[in-house]
């Protein structure tokens, strides 16, 4: 079945830990994107990317980064995870062209980082 | 720049009560306008889009462009429409939310 997949669901890590955030998505879609957060409050567009080989910034600085070897695969890394990063992390995919370009979003990663 | 506006944060109406929920953005091209929703304990979904003018649940929204809105409107508010709301806007690649407004229908 078609889905957009994220893990892990929640996370519990030690300040200065290194930690990949995963999405899969198997829609077939070409555009990805990364938002953050905070439970019942804005959705922030931290990256995003075109397809393969591509990634961009989004609105909201981060010091997450974010890598697109594959169509189907974009992981979210933190290299050294802070407290102010504690929030929750949505991944989402949409087709680039068409009538139906709205995003799918994933269940979401929430992250505490102690 | 792109902006999104949902100047609401909070709308509680009664059961069987009209329910508007307001949009409005920038953008200096011709935009993709969306509302998505978040149930509780669910994923953020779409709800409609403005280039399908189609009705959903019995909400519709219609762009304005002169006033560059997206209001979000249905005439008889149900308990099951309790949800966040988002407004999105899709332009020069990234898709951009707003704030969200929660809305509490209460019987």
């Known amino acids: 079945e078609a889905d957009i997949y994220q893990t892990p669901r929640y996370l519990v890590i030690g300040t200065g830990k290194k930690i990949t955030l995963e999405c899969s998505q198997t829609?077939?879609?070409?555009?990805m994107y990364w938002y953050q957060q905070d439970p019942g409050m804005e959705l922030h567009l931290i990256h995003y990317s075109y397809g393969v080989n591509s990634t961009e910034k989004g609105d909201l600085s981060s010091e997450s980064t974010v890598s697109r070897i594959r169509t189907e695969h974009f992981p979210l890394t933190l290299e050294s995870a802070r407290p102010s990063h504690t929030s929750q992390y949505l991944c989402a995919s949409s087709a680039y062209r068409g009538m139906n370009t709205e995003a799918f979003f994933g269940q979401g990663t929430r992250l505490t980082v102690v | 720049a792109q902006r999104v506006t949902q100047p609401e944060k909070l709308l509680s109406v009664f059961k069987g009560a009209p329910v508007e929920l307001k949009c409005n953005y920038s953008?200096?091209?011709?935009?993709?306008l969306f509302w998505y929703v978040q149930y509780s304990r669910q994923r953020l979904q779409l709800l409609l889009r403005?280039?399908s003018r189609e009705s959903i649940k019995g909400f519709t929204a219609d762009l304005n462009k002169g006033e560059t809105s997206f209001h979000l409107k249905k005439p008889f508010a149900q308990e099951e429409d309790s949800a966040m709301y988002y407004c999105?806007?899709?332009?020069?690649?990234?898709?951009?939310f707003g704030a969200g407004t929660q809305v509490v229908v209460t019987p």
């Open positions: 953008y200096s091209g011709s935009p993709e």
């Open positions: 403005h280039i």
């Open positions: 999105a806007l899709r332009g020069w690649g990234k898709l951009q």
């Open positions: 829609m077939g879609h070409d555009k």
